[in-house]
């Protein structure tokens, strides 16, 4: 923080009230492409994720400043007319925020914003999503806007989806605002109804593997999936009366997906409805302390993501391979949109040396990539944290 401080005024100059923010990345612990589908998603907030140091400024200016970008330096653009510039390429994110701010009405002034993140990009942490937050938390907080931050979580997921142009679903802004410490969130994605579950996983750890393998959901094949999930959806609604894939039970999915005469969309649609299913039981396991059940509901939403909904790919499905084979694994997935980025594992304290050093093997063996490995915690949600900077 200190230096977060020093390099702000470097930057920016010295003077003024200049306050700190913290917005976390996310990882989804099981509910992959339900949430867009009106399901139910299970993520939780972690510990790592953006720092944003800002001070108001007087004049509509804003200046954009990351350390994780050094080389594109400073960033300058007037609040009154904001547009999409690939030039400013990581800064679209917080623009989109600030953008769907005035649209929606709120009155904000310029500022002067330094950002530092510890997730890895592109990993598919939400590094993005969680850049969105940590500005609509500092906007609000700069402008005395007094938002709930189920608003904040709103506006960011529509500066993503109609600023910078990627169709994403509800859960990464909505688990990196709504986050809460050492709890998952259990949130049905139709109705925006919540609960948290603590995740108590006695002598085991969440282990996050990252495949190296960058993914861009922009180009990926994330709108395709939508698009077809929406014709089979499409289809059915021609014969059930049901607003999303989420209304489905099992049984009424199987007495009328013969409706979807497509078969991959079939198929898609078959795992928007099972993994939705899957989802509220293994909370339920969770929530019984049934940690060996709620792996096995993990491992099978990832055959699940493979076989159905086709997102894992070699490198996934490698590490998630290589993690099954490993004494001590109690349950890995990937997490996330997929086409790469990371996988999600429970391992047994004991085994967390063995479990790196063996998968790393297996995986470089098979993919010629080295993983990488974060043994995560689960930290609380987007919001100001001014009073590090006090005591500074
Ligand atoms: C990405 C999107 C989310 C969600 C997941 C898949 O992370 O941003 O909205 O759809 O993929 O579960």
């Keep these: 923080m200190k230096t977060l401080y020093e390099t702000f005024r470097e930057v920016y100059g010295e003077g003024g009230e200049i306050r700190s923010f913290f917005s976390p990345g996310r990882v989804n612990l099981i509910g992959e492409h339900t949430d867009y589908n ?8 972690l510990s790592i994720g953006t720092y944003a140091v800002a001070r108001k400024r007087k004049d509509n200016l804003i ?17 009154t007319s904001l547009a999409y510039d690939a030039e400013h390429d990581w800064a679209n994110y917080p623009k989109g925020v600030v953008s769907i701010f005035k649209e929606s009405g709120y009155d904000v002034s310029g500022f002067d914003v330094l950002y530092f ?14 850049i969105e937050l940590a500005t609509a938390v500092l906007l609000n907080e700069l402008n005395h806007l007094h938002l709930e931050m189920v608003e904040m979580v709103k506006i960011s997921q529509r500066a993503e989806n109609e600023f910078v142009g ?9 688990a990196i605002g709504m986050g809460k410490e050492k709890a998952a969130v259990l949130l049905d994605c139709n109705t925006l109804a919540y609960s948290y579950s603590p995740v108590v996983l006695e002598k085991a750890s969440l282990v996050i593997a990252n495949t190296n393998k960058r993914r861009g959901l922009a180009d990926s094949k994330y709108n ?18 049901i607003q999303s894939l989420g209304d489905l039970t099992i049984e009424s999915f199987e007495a009328h997906k013969h409706h979807i005469t497509n078969p991959i969309d079939q198929k898609r649609a078959k795992h928007a409805v099972h993994e939705n299913v899957r989802t509220i039981e293994a909370a339920k396991r969770l929530k019984a302390g049934e940690i060996e ?25 490698a590490l998630v391979e290589a993690a099954w084979s490993e004494e001590g694994v109690i349950g890995s997935r990937m997490t996330g949109a997929g086409f790469g980025g990371c996988t999600i594992s429970i391992v047994e304290d004991q085994f967390l040396t063995s ?21 995560v915690e689960i930290g609380a949600g987007a919001r100001e944290i001014n009073q590090l900077s006090e005591a500074l």
């Design 293 to 317: 059940a709620f792996g096995q509901l993990m491992n099978e939403s990832h055959v699940s993501l493979r076989d159905d909904y086709e997102v894992t790919g070699l490198e996934l499905d």
């Design 355 to 375: 479990f790196q050093t063996n998968v790393a093997k297996t995986y470089k063996e098979k993919t010629g990539l080295t993983p990488e490995f974060y043994v």
């Design 224 to 241: 395709e999936r939508r698009s077809e999930c929406e014709r089979a959806l499409a289809k059915l609604q021609e014969h059930v009366s």
């Design 117 to 130: 993140g510890n997730i890895p990009n592109g990993a598919g942490l939400s590094s993005s999503a969680s």
């Design 63 to 79: 200046r954009f400043y990351s350390l994780n970008f050094k080389t594109q330096g400073v960033m300058t653009v007037d609040s």
């Design 166 to 174: 990627v169709n994403c679903g509800i859960m990464d802004q909505f």
């Design 38 to 45: 009106g399901g139910h998603v299970f993520p939780c907030s």
